[in-house]
């Protein structure tokens, strides 16, 4: 499967905003105490920070998770009128917040409002005892935000407002689980290239991959697919949206759902699939299934491969090659009730792409899982 990354000359040359990489996750949840124990005892998140009532937060409570490099903030609010509160009613739990670290906030801000962000929340600075962070952050998809962190002159735990936790975590069972491979976003039918301009003009991203109805389309649905890189292709956000089929899509399901454009699944990368997944089974994750006509068509598709076949189709991996290399991938069930967030484990053997050979095999689970919720 060949996929030349799609490079526009422009994007190169002009880094309005250097993005250094992605900062956190924070997800806005009903019950943030529950949330983090799910990320702690089941994907081996380690809890090493919070803020709340205790440490004089009034109106939230988050918790900071980490596991090697992915930062997941867990935050709930404490009232029922708040803007936090709204969210949560409206969209169930979700990414509220995809913040990228940066030099200076106050640039970022300014480079990006100029080409057309709208402010979701204006260059503020914060401090205690271990220094200083300036934060702002501007609208993407739906309600979901980009938070620009400054954080070169601060040596606290994570952001002034949060105090460490003790350095035993009894609840995390880690699962080697390393860093933010991509993240994303489903929007709505005919909106995908405005976000994809968005990316372009506001952000300086460029599209790294795309993908049409051809390329992802099943007998019921069809999505079409454009992936947007940015901070040295660091950063990778692919924008979802419906195409025509014959039946709902999952994207249909999941707009439905999530009550709008948000964050679709995010792709967590690992150095050991296969000791990740185990693990992840082990601690009750859940993950769809590829059909056995799968494995036994994939020798043949993706040649010889470093790790056991068996194991492969015992976990349910999925495995995909281009001109580069190949890549192992995963993708868990919803982890909410409501049929919208879920996680992509991805382990990559010099693979750059997306797994566009499994996309036929994956789209069939999913619509097997979406039949079963009676949302096909
Ligand atoms: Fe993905």
């Known amino acids: 499967m060949v996929q030349q990354p799609v490079e526009t000359a422009l994007a190169a040359e002009t880094d309005f905003l250097p993005l250094e990489g992605v900062d956190h996750l924070e997800f806005h949840v009903g019950n943030a105490k529950q949330a983090a124990y799910f990320y702690q005892s089941a994907f081996g998140m380690k809890r090493t920070a919070y803020r709340g009532l205790e440490t004089g937060t009034r109106d939230r409570a988050s918790y900071l998770l980490e596991q090697n490099r992915i930062r997941f903030v867990i935050t709930a609010p404490l009232g029922g009128d708040s803007d936090i509160a709204e969210r949560v009613r409206r969209h169930g739990d979700g990414v509220r917040d995809i913040a990228l670290t940066v030099a200076d906030a106050a640039a970022a801000l300014r480079e990006t409002v100029r080409r057309g962000a709208k402010v979701a929340r204006d260059l503020e600075t914060i401090e205690d005892e271990h220094g200083r962070v300036r934060l702002a952050s501007i609208a993407a998809y739906g309600d979901v935000v980009h938070t620009f962190v400054e954080r070169?002159?601060?040596?606290?735990?994570?952001?002034?407002?949060?105090?460490?936790?003790?350095?035993?975590d009894p609840a995390s069972r880690p699962t080697g689980l390393a860093y933010v491979d991509h993240v994303v976003g489903n929007v709505s039918l005919g909106e995908m290239d405005n976000w994809v301009r968005f990316y372009q003009d506001v952000m300086g991203f460029h599209v790294y991959q795309h993908f049409d109805d051809k390329d992802i389309s099943t007998e019921y649905s069809a999505l079409m697919s454009k992936v947007m890189a940015g901070g040295h292709d660091r950063i990778k956000f692919p924008i979802n949206e419906p195409a025509e089929g014959q039946r709902?899509?999952?994207?249909?399901?999941?707009?439905?759902?999530?009550?709008?454009?948000?964050?679709?699944?995010?792709?967590?990368?690992?150095?050991?699939?296969?000791?990740?997944?185990?693990?992840?089974?082990?601690?009750?994750?859940?993950?769809?299934?590829?059909?056995?006509?799968?494995?036994?068509?994939?020798?043949?598709?993706?040649?010889?491969?470093?790790?056991?076949?068996?194991?492969?189709?015992?976990?349910?991996?999925l495995v995909d090659r281009d001109d580069e290399g190949y890549l192992l991938q995963i993708f868990t069930k919803p982890v909410g009730d409501r049929p919208t967030l879920f996680f992509e484990i991805i382990q990559r053997r010099g693979s750059r792409s997306f797994g566009k050979g499994n996309f036929k095999a994956l789209f069939e689970a999913i619509e097997r899982e979406q039949r079963r919720r009676g949302n096909l």
């Open 152 to 168: 070169k002159d601060y040596r606290g735990p994570f952001l002034p407002g949060f105090t460490a936790t003790p350095d035993e």
């Open 248 to 317: 709902k899509s999952q994207i249909e399901e999941y707009l439905e759902y999530n009550r709008g454009p948000g964050v679709q699944h995010i792709a967590l990368g690992t150095g050991d699939i296969i000791e990740t997944v185990s693990r992840l089974r082990g601690q009750g994750v859940e993950f769809l299934a590829a059909p056995d006509s799968y494995y036994e068509a994939l020798p043949e598709r993706v040649g010889s491969i470093r790790e056991p076949l068996d194991r492969i189709r015992e976990l349910g991996i």
